[in-house]
């Protein structure tokens, strides 16, 4: 099994073979997510203060907060899937 890696801003990186969805901040369910994700302490905060917009749910359960846009953390996946698939 191939490990790949993907930059989500600011120096932090994430497994892509971990990664269920990237999606929005913006609706009330996944504001939810992130509430109870923070309760379980399984909430991994990588915005370094700044502005949440990328929202990252692993399959372990961790949710992971980026200061990116879900669209720009998406095209490093392909970029990522393209480059090792050569």
């Given at each position: 099994?191939?490990?790949?890696?993907?930059?989500?801003?600011f120096g932090?990186?994430?497994?892509?073979?971990?990664?269920?969805a990237?999606?929005?901040?913006?609706?009330?369910?996944?504001?939810?997510?992130?509430?109870?994700?923070?309760?379980?302490?399984?909430?991994?905060?990588?915005?370094?203060?700044?502005?949440?917009?990328?929202?990252?749910?692993?399959?372990?359960?961790?949710?992971?907060?980026?200061?990116?846009?879900?669209?720009?953390?998406?095209n490093?996946?392909?970029?990522s899937?393209?480059i090792?698939?050569?």
């Open positions: 099994m191939d490990i790949r890696l993907i930059n989500i801003g932090n990186i994430v497994s892509a073979n971990r990664v269920i990237i999606v929005s901040p913006e609706s009330a369910p996944i504001k939810r997510i992130i509430t109870d994700a923070r309760d379980r302490a399984q909430l991994i905060d990588a915005t370094y203060g700044r502005r949440t917009r990328a929202v990252i749910i692993t399959d372990s359960g961790h949710i992971i907060l980026s200061a990116i846009q879900p669209e720009t953390v998406a490093r996946f392909v970029i899937k393209e090792n698939d050569d």
